[in-house]
């Protein structure tokens, strides 16, 4: 290198005249090689770092591509796609029945796995005793959470649709989601609930609460953001499932669904209806579909994000 | 041994500063052969020691000699962890509290504790200090009785114009008066204090022993410190645990810190051990 840093420090310093450099201080260490291997590592784990969001923006640039060419070659109409119901002729079909059949199917699921799966928590936690079976069940609930979606479509089929014969309904198929996103939401509320001190727990107990007023008044208060945070991405994972509706035989409904034991079709299942259709037309339609799907699933996680680093730093 | 009236650090001896001594004792809490094991390991042995009513008593020692454990006797808080075992009798109004027909919850409603470490709750200030008279189902003025708590603990003026602001949103120092707050609130009998100003800077500890002097007038102050003159200058009655769990040395605090019996105890005041 140059010596201008060097007479700059001398400037600066004024007195250092006998600094010597770095370079000849440390001459008898050799360390290119290893800095050769850091800078190539750390190329290597770029390139894997972006690969992930690399796929993920060609994908989008497809959908949204499809998208720009269903609104326009097609003609299809943002507002009579999301206010049509469902139809056999493309140019009048829409996605209103669907969404609201996907709205109907989060507020059920949402119902029945937040209750089901808080209370979970807080037995687990504050309550089960320390034991193999405590072990066992908590071991299990990470199996559970990797059990593939269309087991418990199978399960709601064989149990409600066909078993107790209640048919393809709404309420059938949020049974089936909510069983699927249980385990998710167990666990998340499990870690929002270990992540409150001790210390709290105990000033609660050392003031004469008993272990329910604790619980009640400390512990899920505090916990409540992060079982929240798990809860909403937890259905957001399910909004977009269409195997297990797919399975208990969601599909080619046209008509919005108006009560929880309706048949219906969701919003993956439409979209999975349309792209099985050979018109290119229903294609594009599907193209639209899932860009509304989309935006509805950024925009649950983003709410979730935002939750998350509001509450971060207030417990 | 030292034979001198002289007391052995340089700070007045309470005695004749407050009122309370004068008072004849009356026994709030007795231990008697009192062992409290985790697990294989004993972490205090037999001890034996009377806390009187209405005055301070001081709990000194070095680390681990078990005087958080002995003060976590008190109230059961022992209870919360799984390993510990207690043997032998704690009584409080002559009741063992160990007692199978004794609910730790009501105990704990009349024996208040301040933890080492301020814990206020993630809750707003107001709702800090009523968190024990809500619990308990308390309907009268609560408005009153949450501004008598925080006045009581020296800390009204700083904070009664943000009430509904966090608990968390305070100093180290006004957290930990606000925990006393809290303790004092639902009107226990005995307060327990587990060094309570360890955490604090020299400002706040001595507001906080002040408030200790005032509440020995209402309530059984029972307190844990490292701070010899602390000790001293606070408190009626000291309790020396050293290493083992042991209690060598139970008695007024003028006495303990100006002529102790044991030697270990005058080594250990005068910084040679521990
Ligand atoms: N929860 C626990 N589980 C197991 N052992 C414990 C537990 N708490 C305390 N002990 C043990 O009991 C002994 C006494 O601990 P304790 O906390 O009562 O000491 P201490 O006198 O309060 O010490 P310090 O001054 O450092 O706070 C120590 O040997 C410690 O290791
Ligand atoms: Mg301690």
Redesign the pocket.
Known sequence: MSDSPDSKRRADGGTATERTRGEELFADIDLRREHLKNRAFLGLIFAASMFGVVALALLLLDVVTDFYVGLTEFEISLVQFLTADGSRRPERAGFFGAIIASVMLMALTAVLSFFVGVGAAIYLEEYAPNNRITRLIKANLSNLAGVPSIVYGLLVLAALVNGIGVGPILLAGSVALALLVMPIIIVSAQEAIRAVPDGVRNGSYATGATKWQTIRQVVLPSAMPGILTGTILALARAIGETAPLLMIGALFVNRTPFGPFDRFSGMPTQIYAWAAEPSQHFIHLAAVGIVVLLTILLSMNAVAVYLRNKYETAV | MSTSEESLITTEVSSERTGRSDRPDATVLAARDLDVY??D?R?LASVDVEIPEHKVTAII??????????LRCINRMNDQ?A??RVDGDLSFHGKNVYDDDVDPVALRRRVGMVF?KPNPFPKSIYDNVAYGLKIQGFDGDMDARVEEALRGAALWGEVKDQLDSSGLDLSGGQQQRLCIARAIAPDPEVILMD?PTSALDPVAASKIEDLIDELAEQYTVVI?T?NMQQAARISDKTAV?LTG?KLVEFDDTAKVFENPDEPRVEEYITGKFG
């Open positions: 985790y697990g390991d972490a020692g070095p680390s681990g000699c078990g005087k958080s454990t002995f962890i390993v510990c080492q060094e844990v490292h645990f769990g």
